[in-house]
T-cell receptor, first 117, second 111 residues
Framework: NAGVTQTPKFQVLKTGQSMTLQCAQD?????MYWYRQDPGMGLRLIYY???????DKGEVPNGYNVSRLNKREFSLRLESAAPSQTSVYFC????????????????FGEGSRLTVL | RKEVEQDPGPFNVPEGATVAFNCTYS??????FFWYRQDCRKEPKLLMS???SGNEDGRFTAQLNRASQYISLLIRDSKLSDSATYLC????????????FGPGTRLSVLP
């Protein structure tokens, strides 16, 4: 069982370039998330998708867009990368928000390390 | 004040030692609490949930004090494999978007 798979694992961009981080989960989870992790700070939520067909902003959405392509896939797009977006990005999934099956556990992908020069 | 605060460490302890991590949270409406473990350059993974009555899982004990808005994690008989960063996570509701992560406390268990 692969769990949550993210691609690419590493990427170097120049300022102004665009790219898309891909995420797929095979646990039949309804809810998916994108976080960024910076040194000395906790993971911060960029966007989330409570269920297929819905997306909402998290704490730090500026400069990002997302697409919930289907139940399995949730992508994160940087339209015009900036050095401040240098970070490690984690995709996560969970049982449906508010459902009895949701124990609160988030399942994370291995992370995507992005450097913007 | 940050929503979830932790001592960043690092905590350097010898094998076999007992070590305790503390975490404070500012949102009194928080409803569920967790400790996650993150190995170097890896993704976070759930270590244990924290219940009001306190709970234990082998060498790990978690405590919650709602009145003081304080969570703790105690690790007994530390192993080399316990070396990691421990993340305190607080959820203000049943919705995943309300998860707030602390910055983490780094533990190094030394031989």
């Amino acid at each position: 069982n692969a769990g949550v798979t993210q691609t690419p694992k590493f990427q170097v961009l120049k300022t102004g370039q665009s790219m898309t981080l891909q995420c797929a989960q095979d646990m039949n989870h309804n809810s998916m998330y994108w976080y960024r992790q910076d040194p000395g700070m906790g993971l911060r939520l960029i966007y989330y998708s409570a269920s297929e067909g819905t997306t909402d902003k998290g704490e730090v959405p500026n400069g990002y867009n997302v697409s919930r392509l289907n139940k399995r896939e949730f992508s994160l797009r940087l339209e015009s990368a900036a050095p401040s977006q240098t970070s490690v990005y984690f995709c996560a999934s969970s049982e449906a928000m508010g459902s009895a099956a949701n124990t609160g556990e988030l399942f994370f992908g291995e992370g995507s390390r992005l450097t913007v020069l | 004040r940050k929503e979830v605060e932790q001592d960043p460490g690092p905590f350097n302890v010898p094998e076999g030692a007992t070590v305790a991590f503390n975490c404070t949270y500012s949102n009194s409406a928080s409803q569920s609490f967790f400790w996650y473990r993150q190995d170097c350059r890896k993704e976070p993974k759930l270590l244990m949930s924290v219940y009001s009555s306190g709970n234990e899982d082998g060498r790990f004990t978690a405590q919650l004090n709602r009145a003081s808005q304080y969570i703790s994690l105690l690790i007994r008989d530390s192993k080399l494999s316990d070396s990691a960063t421990y993340l305190c996570v607080v959820n203000a509701g049943n919705y995943g978007q309300n998860f707030v992560f602390g910055p983490g406390t780094r533990l190094s268990v030394l031989p």
